[in-house]
Structures are given as structure tokens and as C-alpha cells.
């Protein structure tokens, strides 16, 4: 919202600066006051344009840098949530029953939770909760598990530290919702672009074409560093964000009903489409011998 109300500002001013092709009463009209009849200043406001724009530029690539280094943190923070979760899927996927159904059925529940639920959430910028009432389930199934053996009783411990990271993870994830620019800094921004405009001002051109599209080119640029720091400065915001694919890749090739997992058998009517369709290919490989 802070970075809408100041690009709006800052789109005002730009218009300003460029409307002077129109006759409006433009810098233009005071710009010669501030140099001498026959002689001008424009080498001085140069070197000024020359030392502010470099000082802006340095201050705008570094919080580029730094926005464009939370974003790539938080897309490996979603890998990792992932990845861990498909860890603890398969690691699960060789409990006994009933306990490996429970289990099974809990994440099922949590991932498509995180991509149905949660993920519009976090790119409305609300932290997601909806999904620790699932998290409590899936801790209490295992802590009903009773290992029968000491093959289950390791696998239980790796389970274990599976779940504690999946947790640790999930919590990093939703912690991130929030990551962006202070006010603060974006006051800075939008300020000093206005600040580098307004010194273009300053030149004393007697070719009004020439200063209209130097002014111009400086705003486009500025404009567009802007954009992109503001596209980029919420992780799930907009069209340049992260996106919940690493979590639909594991449900689709791994959770859902008849996919590769132990224990992911396909509802009834799957089996008897399956079944049905073997036939047929019985059939017609009998036709084919004779």
C-alpha cells in the first residue's frame, strides 16, 4: 500500500516534468533565473545531477540486492518445507496399519491445505494458523505409535526428527509472510527519485525537445528500478512471487491415490477402470495371435 501511494506520487510528478511540451507554466519558465544572462550554470548542476544520482543509484542497487536476496531465501525456504515433507511421507509410508493411514491421511490433509488454504492467504499477506490444527493431529498419531520391534523403533526416531524440521520449517515459511521494506525505506526511495527529477530541472537548455526527453529518460529508468524493487519486495505478493508448485509436485507424484508411496492404493473405481482396461488388452492380444 506504502509502495502504491508513493508510485502514484511519484507518476505526479513525472507528469508535471513532462507536461512542459504543452505550454503549461513549467520549470522551464524559472530554470534561466538560476543562471546568468550570458553565462550558464549547467556544468555545476551537472556534476550535482552527476553526485546525487550516483549516491541514489548506489542506495537503490543495494536494497535491490538485498530484496532480491530475500527472495531467493524464501523460495529455498519453500523447497526445503517441501522436500522435507516428501522425507517424512515416504518415512511414514512404512508404519504398519492403521497407524500408516493416520499418518498418510495427516499430511495429505497439510499439503493441500498449504496450497488450497494457506497460500492465497500469504499472498494477501495474512499469516496462515488454519493449518496447526492439522500439525497437532499428526504429532498425536505419532505418539501413538508403539514400535513393535527395533527396526520400527529406528524408524520412529528418524520419523520423529522429520516431523520436528517439517515443523521448524513451516514456521520459517509463515515467519516470511511479513519479509518487505520498512516505510522508512521506502520514503527513501520514492523521495529521492522526485529529488533526482526535480534537478533536471535545473539545466538551462535552449532546446526544449532536448530537455523533455532527457528528463524522460531519467524518469523511465527511475521508474523502472522502482517497479521492480516493489515487485520483488514481498516473496508472495503479485505476479513475480513464489509459488506453491514444489508442494503440488510432491502431492501429485507422491500423495495422492495410486501414486509411487507404500500404501497409496487407488479408490475402487480406479481399480475396476484399471482392471477393466487389462482385459480388454487381454482381448486384444488374443486377436492379434490368432
Keep these: 500500500m506504502i509502495c502504491r501511494t508513493g508510485c502514484s506520487a511519484l507518476s505526479q510528478y513525472w507528469y508535471s516534468a513532462h507536461s512542459e511540451s504543452r505550454g503549461w507554466p513549467q520549470p522551464r519558465k524559472w530554470a534561466p533565473s538560476l543562471h546568468y544572462a550570458t553565462l550558464s550554470h549547467n556544468d555545476i548542476v551537472?556534476?550535482?545531477?552527476a553526485s546525487i544520482t550516483l549516491l541514489y543509484g548506489i542506495t537503490l542497487g543495494l536494497?535491490?540486492?538485498?530484496v532480491w536476496s530475500t527472495f531467493t531465501e524464501t523460495e529455498a525456504k519453500v523447497d526445503r518445507e517441501a522436500s522435507t515433507l516428501a522425507a517424512l511421507y515416504l518415512d511414514v509410508s512404512h508404519y504398519p496399519e492403521?497407524?500408516?493411514g493416520h499418518l498418510q491421511d495427516d499430511l495429505r490433509r497439510y499439503t493441500r491445505q498449504v496450497i488450497d488454504v494457506a497460500w492465497p492467504q500469504q499472498r494477501k499477506g495474512i499469516i496462515p494458523t488454519g493449518n496447526v490444527r492439522i500439525v497437532a493431529d499428526l504429532a498425536n498419531d505419532l505418539a501413538a505409535f508403539e514400535p513393535a520391534s527395533e527396526g520400527q523403533k529406528a524408524l520412529h526416531e528418524g520419523v520423529y526428527r522429520q516431523f520436528n524440521e517439517l515443523v521448524e520449517r513451516r514456521r520459517s515459511r509463515v515467519?516470511?509472510?511479513?519479509?518487505?521494506?520498512?516505510a522508512s525505506l521506502w520514503a527513501?526511495?520514492?523521495?529521492?527519485?522526485?529529488?533526482?527529477i526535480?534537478?533536471?530541472?535545473?539545466?538551462?537548455?535552449?532546446?526544449q525537445r532536448m530537455h523533455f526527453w532527457m528528463t524522460t529518460l531519467t524518469s523511465s529508468l527511475l521508474g523502472l528500478l522502482i517497479f521492480l524493487l516493489a515487485a520483488m519486495d514481498h516473496p508472495y505478493f503479485g505476479g513475480l512471487s513464489v509459488s506453491p508448485k514444489p508442494y503440488q509436485l510432491i502431492y501429485d507424484n507422491l500423495m495422492r491415490p495410486g501414486a509411487g508411496a507404500p500404501g497409496n492404493a487407488l479408490p475402487q473405481s480406479h481399480k475396476s477402470a484399471n482392471k477393466t482396461s487389462n482385459q480388454v488388452d487381454e482381448v486384444v492380444q488374443e486377436q492379434t495371435r490368432h
Design 175 to 182: 515467519l516470511s509472510v511479513t519479509a518487505g521494506l520498512s
Design 98 to 100: 492403521p497407524s500408516r
Design 63 to 66: 536494497l535491490l540486492i538485498g
Design 46 to 49: 551537472g556534476y550535482y545531477f
Design 198 to 207: 526535480a534537478v533536471t530541472w535545473c539545466f538551462h537548455l535552449h532546446n
Design 188 to 196: 527513501l526511495v520514492l523521495i529521492g527519485a522526485v529529488i533526482n
